[in-house]
Nanobody
């Protein structure tokens, strides 16, 4: 199994910044893409940002220019720097990793989620 442990998040005023991190551990053979998703109350989970193991990034249009995703492949850790936060960024943020265990197949693993609340 691959475990994803998130840290960061919390409460911030609009215009402020927060950073999230997510470390993967366990019986890891390889990790391809890692990313962050979010789910606001009453809404579907949506992709926020994604980064390949080669460093190629993709962002939701709503966060382009404000959020930055990065990763440390040696630490199997992905980060999300969130700047110029808006109330509409309020959601539970989930880390995800496309990983493979020794003897297993690639599958998507999820973190437990961390709350980000942006007050107006």
């Amino acid at each position: 199994q691959v475990q994803l442990v998130e840290s960061g998040g919390g409460l911030v005023q609009a215009g402020g910044s927060l950073s999230l991190s997510c470390a993967a551990s366990g019986n890891i053979f390889s990790i391809n893409a890692m990313g962050w998703y979010r789910q606001a109350p009453g809404k579907q989970r949506e992709l926020v940002a994604r980064i390949s193991n080669g460093g190629t990034t993709n962002y939701a249009d709503s966060v382009k220019g404000r959020f930055t995703i990065s990763r440390d492949n040696f630490k199997n850790t992905v980060y999300l720097q969130m700047n110029s936060l808006k109330p509409e960024d309020t959601a539970v943020y989930y880390c995800a990793a496309d990983g493979k265990t020794w003897g297993g197949s690639f599958r998507l693993y999820w973190g437990q989620g961390t709350q980000v609340t942006v007050s107006s």
